[in-house]
């Protein structure tokens, strides 16, 4: 053990004194560059110091120079930078003619006045659309009867108001503008608080309304509003727009259509017949009412209500003549009868034009008449014009004959032609004897019993008379 533990020492001895010499060894390596490079750095700070003026004049002269070329470099590009704020300043204040010289070196700079003489192209070209789109719309609103008008939401603020409103409602634009709420106050008042309440709930929605307006002068005219609602991009209401129409002559024209359809003798109609065959009515006057007892509503709801009511001996002809006319787009002339509701026989006579549509319906506008009093009036002039033409017959027979009996048998043929009747009898009265006596008798049918032995003519009829 003491062996091993010597042996143990003496080699941590010997790597002790060799750690020491690396040290040292070490240190002295150290102090030789230290040397070293202080001999170097010597010189070199003497060959410094030898050229130091040459130095400092190179690089003065290269400051100068340096310096030049910055301004040089910088002067060139502030005049073209110049020159684009030039054009931007002529741009925004509408010189759209304005235009850059491509002549500069750095292509950049090129590139940046070929996009800005585009651009300017470009914005000359959609202000002249623009201009040309504005003068017509200023054509258009100056010269038509309409009135477009531009507003915010609550019709506090007025944009655009055209010319045409001066002449619907008797006041200036410019009073408008000043108040937009002024064509509020020239309402009629039974219309006023209507029209403002419909205002009220269609700020997000298109309306259309009617009402009347008081002119200054005291007329009054009637007026269809028509507006509709403007977005921005996030859907957000920002405008109301319009359109105001003078429809006092419609309306006065529909008034006056209404009474006369109301007073008419007879019904004004339009009628539809399709392509597949269906028909219907888009209009009947009052006058329905008194010639087929339905309502003109009731009609214009369900055709059939009439179809119904037509004679079944006269509907397949009414049917065949409206297909005819609608074909020939002739103009369709017809008569039928008609059994009413409370049972009554009408002869009705129906004269219309048909006008083909471009789906191919076809409409006919018409007028309907009950000429029940004239086919009675035919009638009666009919039965007269046999009586006449019966009497006729009865004096030529009397003239070209004088045979009595051939007289009265020619008499009551006629008489029994005339009045449909199967028999006719010719009695005469004998005073002295104070009897009737048959003097001449007529049977159109033979099979029927002879009076003449059945009936015995005495006091008793004279009795009677």
């Known amino acids: 053990m003491s062996a091993r533990k010597s042996n143990d020492s003496g080699r941590i001895r010997r790597c002790h004194i060799s750690l020491q010499a690396v040290l040292i060894g070490s240190v002295a390596l150290q102090i030789l560059v230290v040397t070293g490079l202080t001999e170097y750095f010597s010189l070199f700070a003497e060959q410094i110091h030898t050229h130091t003026k040459a130095t400092l004049w190179l690089c003065l002269v290269a400051l100068l120079l340096s310096a030049g070329l910055g301004f040089l470099t910088a002067r060139w590009l502030a005049v073209s930078i110049h020159r684009l704020s030039q054009a931007v300043e002529a741009l925004a204040e509408g010189n759209l003619d304005y235009r850059i010289e491509q002549q500069h070196s750095i292509k950049e700079i090129n590139a940046l006045a070929e996009s800005f003489n585009q651009m300017a192209q470009q914005l000359q070209a959609s202000f002249a659309n623009l201009c040309q789109s504005e003068e017509k719309f ?11 008008w531009l507003a915010d939401v609550e019709i506090e603020q007025m944009f655009f108001v055209s010319p045409g409103y001066e002449q619907i409602w008797g006041r200036s634009c410019e009073s408008l503008y000043e108040n937009p709420q ?74 006056r259509f209404r009474h006369l359809a109301a007073n008419v003798p007879g019904v004004i109609y339009r ?48 049917r065949a003549s409206i297909v005819a006319s609608a074909q020939s787009l002739q103009p369709w002339l017809w008569e039928w009868r008609i059994i009413t509701p409370s049972g009554l026989l009408k002869w009705l006579q129906g004269a219309a034009h048909p006008e083909l549509q471009v789906n191919k319906d076809v409409i006919w506008d018409g007028l309907l008449l009950d000429i029940s009093d004239r086919k009675n009036a035919e009638s009666v002039l009919q039965q007269q014009a046999q009586q006449a033409q019966a009497l006729n017959r009865v004096v030529q027979s009397i003239r070209n004959s004088l045979d009595l009996s051939t007289i009265f048998s020619t008499t009551m043929a006629e008489v029994a032609q005339l009045l449909s009747i199967h028999r006719t009898t ?28 059945h009936v015995k003519i005495t006091r008793t009829i004279r009795q009677k008379f």
């Open 426 to 453: 010719i009695v005469q009265y004998f005073p002295d004897n104070s009897c009737w006596r048959v003097v001449a008798y007529h049977r159109i049918d033979e099979s029927l019993p002879d009076i003449r032995t």
């Open 182 to 255: 002024s064509f509020i106050d020239a309402i009629h008042p039974s219309d006023r608080q209507r029209v403002i309440n419909h205002l009220q709930s269609h700020t997000s929605t298109p309306f259309e309304i009617e009402y009347r307006i008081i002119r200054p002068d005291g007329t009054m005219r009637w007026v269809c509003d028509r507006g509709f609602p403007v977005f921005d991009a996030t859907g957000r209401v920002i405008r109301r727009a319009g359109v105001s129409q003078d429809i006092t002559e419609s309306k006065l024209a529909k008034t």
């Open 271 to 318: 009628y539809v017949l399709h392509p597949d065959g269906s028909d219907e009515v888009f209009y009947m006057s009052p006058g329905s009412r008194s010639l087929w007892e339905i309502e003109a509503a009731a009609i214009e709801q369900d055709i059939s209500l009439i179809w119904n009511l037509v004679h079944p001996d006269d509907a397949a002809a009414m």
């Open 138 to 148: 200023r054509q258009l609103a100056d010269n038509i009867q309409e009135v477009f």
